[in-house]
């Protein structure tokens, strides 16, 4: 049995849908904690709307306090359409997540892309092109055109952005995906636009220095262009994806739709001294007090968060129990199922496939809910 671990975990349930797929989340916490005797410290704070209506701010001091004191965040979803119209307004939710990036430096954010055989249909893209579709995006997330310097001159008449990088901020992201290759296929490809923007020269060259310490790793180089068409028309070549901030948010929401759902999708920001766990669905406020959301995003970001903290087995343990009731179609409304779970029954049946052993529960068992611990 693994060591028994002590975590912080500071908990942002967020705004709409959010309180409702991370409170599934924790259930999968304390599923991990039951069978393995980890001791889990939960802290809860403000952020978005909720904040903003609770302190008067979408990113309260107190928040980023507790944020900077936890082993990991696991964020909700932040956003509420009262917002929509008040673009001058610092008074957004989205600021809130802006914010945490900015203050805690979580410079590279991770997304899993995985199709799960029986839900092929769902995907827009054909059956055939996303057989075996299972890859990662690496963006970089604190550098480049969304915080360069910007402005208008000209009596508002001309615009600019600037896009700036330093060799250091590509070397630590670079590093990471290398190191994350090294544990899957062993390939990686460098998303850019080398051909016309200096900022993905110095991109190249950066990652074709780190790639010889990677000897192992097949690494590659696509324009953006190029790499956007290859996503849609041959999805399953790709391993590891490692990009620019601006290139990296571009497909990084093409990507989400080749499962077919975003609620599947999780997600993890890392950074020196932090790291953030999120699914990459929106707050989706007209599902929000309904128990129909899905929360397997939120619950696969846990096992990103334990597979951060070098809890593998654990990991797998959460990962398994997701597949588990994919495999055999337990899942909410939104995956088009004939029978489905509401939102707070999937989170119940995800700890007791965890809490009683995977191997214990039989299909009876998983078809009624009727695992003896919900």
Known sequence: MPVKQLKNITILPGDGIGPEVIAQAE???????????????????????????????????????????????????????????KFESDLRPEQGLLALRKQLQLYANIRPIKVYDNLTHLSPLKEKRIKNVNFVIYRELTGGIYYGKKGRYENGKIAYDHCV??????????????????????????????????????WRSVVKEVAKKYPDVETSFLYIDNAAMQM?????????????NLFGDILSDEASIIPGSL???PSASIGRNSCLFEPVHGSFPQAAGKDIANPMGAILSVAMMFRHFEMEQEALEVERAV???MKEGIMTKDLEVEVHYSCSQLGDLIYSIIAEDLEQINKKQLSVGSSSII
């Open 165 to 202: 990088y330093s060799e250091s901020e590509i070397k630590r992201i670079a590093i990471l995906a290398f190191e994350a290759a090294m544990d899957r296929r062993k390939k990686l490809c460098l998303v850019d636009k080398a051909n016309v923007l200096e900022t993905s020269r110095l």
């Open 27 to 85: 259930k999968s916490i304390q599923a991990i904690a039951y069978r393995y005797n980890h001791d889990f410290s939960l802290d809860y704070a403000f952020i978005g709307a909720h904040a903003i209506e609770e302190t008067g701010s979408p990113f309260p001091e107190e928040t980023l306090r507790k944020c900077r004191k936890a082993d990991a965040i696991l964020l909700g979803a932040i956003g509420d359409p009262k917002y929509d119209e």
């Open 263 to 265: 609620g599947l999708l």
């Open 232 to 244: 849609m028309n041959s999805p399953a070549q790709f391993d590891i994806i490692l990009t620019t």
């Open 323 to 325: 597949d588990l009731c």
